[in-house]
């Protein structure tokens, strides 16, 4: 009988931060890292080490020590050390799918730095993963995967067959006993072999074939022993045959044959711990990430690939972004399940690829402005779908003033709203507020005159405001500054030119007065509903004409708003709200926590406090466009629970508002929630009853949704709470919720019928405060999950808490709603003259879901996924190109359309446009 193999792995699982702040860790990084490469360099029998399969670990370690480079690249050359495919090992619910995929891409493309990624998708300690993780690694030529937390009870071997829900597949390579199986390996062969066989007889059934071995865990360096006790064990005995091997080596001797097959998403408890909690906790991290996410993926990436010139495409800026982004992405940092000193940076990271984006969009913006042949306001739609939608601008109030404009500012002064006539006259706007003409004079000394030139850094003076024009005169008497200002920006406006002229003005005569003269015209803020604008195009503005105007009711101290699609009603006795028939929509239900960063776990004896002391309610706007309703309930919720008694205890006053928003012509309703949280070791959720009560839920997910259940799989360490990550809508029961940022969200209120259990409610997590990274003997998970460290963070005292959301009742298309809701319309003033036309459309795409447009050596680039359980035809229009790998290979030619399989994800490349 053939011996058993025992492929031992040497690994070092890095978490770049956590329970230290990233510098902490990296001084031990470089200290572990300066230790393998003399391993590796002086003792051969020290054949493999795989740094973690993230990058980031060696550019992390190469800014300390650049000299190394060299050395790691001779070793990665030879096969003695495994870098990559990853940059960071992410979090895959927590991110973007575009996230995901870039930090495969980031990874693979830092690697060949370094001889080639390793060609295994590396997934060790991610909290789940998602179903489309198959397919993408597929699509970047992988064919197997490593995978740990997440696997479910019906997978009883160390390899299954893993399926996206196109079909693509990997085989998984299955850690029942996670990355440290063989971490601190013994350096005595004879208790080397008693440990194997210790383990073979515990992983027994488990194991298809040879044993693997992975000799590393949390940051733990190379044991320098192994090949000499590794030489010993073979000698000692017959029965098992150790070596010293690479994850690559192992899995080629591997099959597929045989293997049980799993579709779908990896979020069972069974054998690990999902640690599901992270999804809630610090949810203004989940909100930066979405903001950051959207501003670089759907605005700055496409309209710099769209309205600047390829060669002005910002490679650069962008990949700086996408850095900030990814090294995010981490799973400790974008869970934040880490020490506060870590949120800090991961939030200043956030901010940090946000202003570039939104940078970038400004500049691209701009250069589609200078470019329209044709004065006026343009609306530009950012979406790949056709659509109109309510906008806010500033306008002129005369047009006598503004020969550049083209208003009919005559019909909006006649078709206001008249609240008095009960309701809308046929009205096409709604103003908002009036700026009158306002000429202001003042005389200035010449230090005076210095100061405030240099507070004048940009063009902007306020959100209606901006420098127009500067005019400098003088005569014997002083020097006149006249500056013009108007409701848009002018791109030609020669502010640090005319600081320049003033500030040589002063130095010739110093002791001159300075008499400026504010010119400001005459504005109106405005809402209005814009005509259809085609996909990642533009169009000259013109308010639509509304088929149902909004308006707002006090029906006998009731408020109600209605637009003919959707009837409001705003109940004070308990801050909630209806929609049509079904009521009790938007409760908030504040109950304890005593869990941690990870988990969620009620006090024993917890107290719900639903029900409001007081509740007042304030119309903001009454239409005809858009009508805003606030209601501010005031509540008392416990101060903190203590862990002796398991009760909350003490008394915290706190005011939650909730702004509810119905405009003309839509059939959905939005809403914010808001609040600064008083309270410690709390969880509050928003409670929405369903139109009808439902068994199963349909949630986003990476490239898709997924179907989930009332249940999830759990153990007695770790209860399975089915409480699921929403990435931007969750619908149920024939309610549709699009929400900003990855969301939790349950269905809770079970009853029995006879077709089984069924929800009556969908509750949406605001917040979850804790203080602990991690706690001992919860109610829902016995055991530590990390460091006992109090984190003060995690509590949000005194932080402003928010929960923006917008809810639909029946049929309606959930990626059309996320894009009205969190993909506004934007506005643009040209000034004419450039080439043009004024309306058109820089790219169409119909027939699938557009994930990223940018470019890619020089070529543009497009990355569509098609979301449905049917085939696509995806048509781009009468332009040819190619269908690519995620990694830029060429897969097939196509011309003006091409066939998406169900499910499927496709990247394009559009030469010459």
């Known amino acids: 009988m053939a011996p058993r193999r025992v492929a031992i792995v040497p690994h070092t699982h890095w978490d770049r931060e956590w329970y230290e702040p990233f510098q902490s860790f990296r001084l031990r990084l470089v200290e572990v890292v300066d230790e393998l490469l003399a391993l590796l360099e002086s003792d051969p029998s020290y054949t493999r080490f795989l740094l973690d399969g993230q990058t980031a670990a060696v550019d ?42 870039r930090d495969l891409q980031m990874g693979v493309r830092r690697s060949a730095a370094f001889g080639g990624a390793m060609q295994v998708g590396y997934l060790p300690d991610m909290f789940g993963h998602v179903s489309q993780m198959p397919q993408i690694l597929r699509l970047a030529g992988f064919e ?102 690479s994850l690559p080596e192992y899995l080629a001797r591997t099959s597929r044959q045989g293997l049980p097959r799993w579709r779908g998403e990896l979020r069972s408890g069974a054998r690990a711990n999902m640690l599901m909690g992270v999804t809630s906790n610090r949810v203004d991290v989940k909100r930066a990430a979405a903001a950051a996410e959207r501003a670089l993926e759907q605005r700055a990436e496409r309209y710099g690939a769209l309205f600047l010139p390829p060669e002005a495409w910002p490679a650069r800026q962008l990949e700086l972004a996408w850095k900030e982004i990814v090294r995010n992405a981490a799973h400790d940092s974008i869970c934040a399940c880490s020490v506060d000193d870590v949120v800090k940076e991961v939030l200043a990271r956030f901010a940090s690829a946000r202003a570039i984006a939104d940078g970038i969009s400004s500049r691209a913006l701009l250069a589609l402005s200078s470019s329209l042949a044709s004065p006026g306001t343009v609306i ?18 005369g047009a006598d003033r503004w020969d550049t404009e083209r208003w009919d500012t005559e019909r909006w002064d006649t078709e206001r709203w008249d609240a008095d006539a009960g309701g809308p006259r046929n009205c096409d706007v709604q103003i908002l507020s009036e700026r009158v003409e306002r000429l202001s004079e003042l005389t200035l000394d ?6 405030m030139l240099a507070m004048i850094d940009g ?6 405001g901006w420098i127009q024009h500067v005019a400098i005169e003088e005569d014997d008497a002083g020097i006149d500054v006249t500056v013009s200002i108007g409701p848009h920006e002018r791109p030609h406006a020669s502010i640090a030119q005319a600081r320049e002229d003033l500030v040589a003005r002063l130095g010739a005569r110093p002791t001159s007065p300075v008499r400026v003269r504010l010119d400001q015209w005459p504005t109106r803020r405005i809402v209005a509903r814009a005509e259809p604008v085609a996909g990642f195009g533009w169009r000259p ?55 941690d960063s990870y988990n969620y776990s009620p006090p024993a004896n917890d107290t719900l406090v639903d029900t409001p002391d007081s509740v007042s309610t304030q119309v903001l706007e009454r239409g005809p466009v858009r009508a805003r309703v606030v209601v501010t309930a005031r509540y008392r919720w416990p101060d903190h629970a203590e862990a002796s008694s398991q009760r909350r205890v003490g008394t915290r006053p706190v005011e939650v508002t909730t702004m509810l928003e119905l405009r003309a012509d839509e059939g959905l309703l939005r809403v914010t929630t808001s609040f600064v949280n008083p309270s410690r070791d709390h969880r509050v959720r928003i409670h929405l009853p369903l139109p009808e009560p439902a068994a199963r839920s349909e949630a986003e997910t990476a490239f898709g949704t997924v179907e989930r259940g009332l249940e999830a799989e759990g153990r007695p360490d770790e209860r399975g709470l089915p409480t699921f990550p929403a990435r931007r809508f969750v619908r149920a029961g024939g309610l549709t919720v699009a929400h900003d940022g990855v969301t939790e969200y349950e269905l809770i209120d079970l009853t029995s019928t006879e077709e089984g259990a069924r929800a009556r409610t969908l509750a949406l997590t605001v917040l979850r405060a804790t203080g602990m990274l991690s706690r001992l003997g919860m109610a829902y998970r016995p055991f530590p999950a990390g460091p006992l ?100 290979s060429p897969v097939e030619p196509f011309d003006g359309a091409f066939e998406l399989r169900p499910y499927g994800i496709a990247t394009i490349r559009l030469p010459g446009v």
Not at 876 to 884: F, P, T, Y
């Open 789 to 888: 460290t109090p984190v003060e963070g995690l509590q949000m005292v005194g932080s402003a808490v928010e929960l923006r959301y917008a809810v639909a009742l029946g049929d309606v298309d959930p990626w059309a709603l996320v894009d009205d809701v969190l993909l506004p319309l934007e506005v643009v003033a040209p000034l004419g003259g450039g080439t043009r036309p004024d309306a058109g459309s820089a790219l169409e795409v119909e027939g699938a879901e557009v994930s990223a447009v940018g470019r890619e050596h020089g070529v543009l680039e497009v990355r569509v996924f098609n979301p449905y359980g049917f085939p696509a035809t995806v048509r781009v229009g009468d332009r040819s190109g190619w269908l690519v790998d995620l990694l830029g």
């Open 144 to 245: 197997h995967a490593v995978v740990w937390r997440g696997v479910p009870a019906a997978i009883t071997s160390t390899g299954f067959v893993w399926e996206a829900p196109d079909g693509s597949s990997v085989r998984a390579e299955y850690l029942p006993f996670g990355y440290g199986n063989g971490s601190l390996l013994p350096d005595d062969a004879k208790a080397l072999v008693r440990r194997v066989r210790s383990h073979l007889e515990q992983i027994g059934p488990f194991c298809v074939s040879d044993l693997l071995l992975m000799n590393g865990s949390d940051h733990l360096p190379p044991q320098p022993w192994l090949g000499r006790v590794v030489e010993e064990a073979n000698a000692l005995q017959d029965d098992l045959r150790f070596e010293v091997t």
């Open 459 to 464: 063009a902007k003076i306020d959100s209606d």
């Open 541 to 595: 503005f013109s308010p639509a004409r509304l088929a149902h105007p909004v308006g707002v009711v006090d029906d006998a101290g009731a408020l109600r708003l209605d637009n003919g699609l959707v009837t409001v009603r705003v109940d004070t006795s308990d801050a909630t709200f209806s929609l049509g028939s079904l009521s009790g929509l938007g409760r908030v239900v504040d109950g304890g926590d005593l869990g």
């Open 60 to 101: 992390d370690y190469l800014e300390v020590r650049p000299e190394a480079e060299g050395r790691i690249r001779n070793l990665a050359a030879a096969g003695r050390l495994d870098v990559g495919p990853w940059y960071t090992l992410l979090d895959e619910f927590c991110v973007s799918p575009e996230t995901i995929v």
């Open 380 to 397: 530009v739609n950012p979406s790949s779908r056709v659509r109109g939608g309510v906008v806010e601008l500033a306008v002129p109030a």
């Open 446 to 451: 010449a230090e005076t005159a210095h100061k």
